[in-house]
């Protein structure tokens, strides 16, 4: 199992994600969030709610120090005239003087992710952020960053990872580069509940199927980002500490990888999206 980055305390390993909410819609789903337990919240320029979540993480009033905020570089900022420009104007939006995760949300289309992954020391050495990382980076370009930048810059690449994808190749670059995995789409946008074996497990622990497929993430070494606007899903997604999957368990959801159920794709409409 790859260890979960040290930088995610034990509330942090779970963050509420916030796409594609914006408005009163956001900030009820934050405020439930919150009193459940979570301190963790991503968002994303391109998700175009910084602003929203600014808002809303101000009327928490909860201290600055319990809450973990990550945001990430749209494709467009890339470029060194917008990147730290840009990652300003997200922290204008944010209310906050810096993040706690900056990420680059996908590597470049075209030419070398050095330039990009330099950006980001910089915006870090300049007091924008406190930690940096990478999001939908494949094992090759998890390794050609490690290669730029050194173990241990980088604490986290956020990418999909749910049982019907194989994310092996992931976790070996995890294991070989030192950079965890922050995962979404855990639940393959509920594709996995079409299994009945995901519920037949959680009935052993009084947990649902959704919670399985949590656990078994986490139990990956993989950090959990979910969303959902529904006050019960919101306490469920948290609640996953409180038991622990069997080998065997494991070993049976592990064997759904083979489906390789890929969300996030170019040819899905998302043509910033990497070829795995």
Not at 104 to 111: A, C, K, N, Y
Not at 162 to 170: F, I
Not at 262 to 269: D, P, Q, W
Request: proline share 5%; hydrophobic share 45%.
């Amino acid at each position: 199992m790859t260890d979960v980055s040290p930088y995610f305390t034990k509330t942090h390993q779970r963050g509420f994600g916030t796409f594609p909410l914006f408005g009163d819609g956001l900030a009820n789903a934050v405020a439930i969030a919150a009193e459940v337990g979570y301190r963790a919240f991503d968002t994303a320029q391109i998700y175009g709610n910084e602003a929203d979540l600014g808002r809303a993480l101000a009327d928490l009033c909860l201290p600055r120090s319990e809450l973990l905020v990550t945001t990430k570089i749209e494709h467009d900022n890339m470029p060194p005239d917008r990147f730290l420009p840009s990652l300003r104007q997200s922290l204008d939006h944010l209310r906050l003087d810096r993040v706690d995760v900056l990420l680059l949300h996908f590597p470049p289309l075209d030419g070398p992710v050095e330039s990009a992954l330099d950006l980001l020391v910089e915006a870090r050495e300049r007091g924008l952020t406190t930690h940096i990382g990478v999001s939908n980076y494949t094992p090759d370009l998890m390794r050609r960053a490690c290669r730029a930048l050194g173990n241990g810059t980088l604490v986290c690449n956020q990418v999909e990872f749910h049982p019907l994808l194989d994310g092996r190749p992931l976790l070996d670059a995890a294991a070989e580069t030192g950079i965890p995995l922050v995962g979404f789409c855990t639940v393959a946008r509920g594709a996995v509940f079409k299994h009945q074996v995901f519920a037949e497990i959680g009935a052993v622990y009084s947990k649902s199927a959704g919670q399985v497929v949590l656990r078994w993430a986490l139990q990956k070494g993989v950090a959990l980002t979910t969303m959902s606007t529904k006050q019960d899903n919101i306490a469920l997604n948290f609640n996953i500490m409180d038991f622990t999957l069997s080998a065997a368990e494991m070993v049976t959801i592990d064997a759904f990888q083979v489906a390789n159920h890929r969300i996030i794709t170019r040819e899905g409409g998302v043509p910033w999206a990497p070829q795995w």
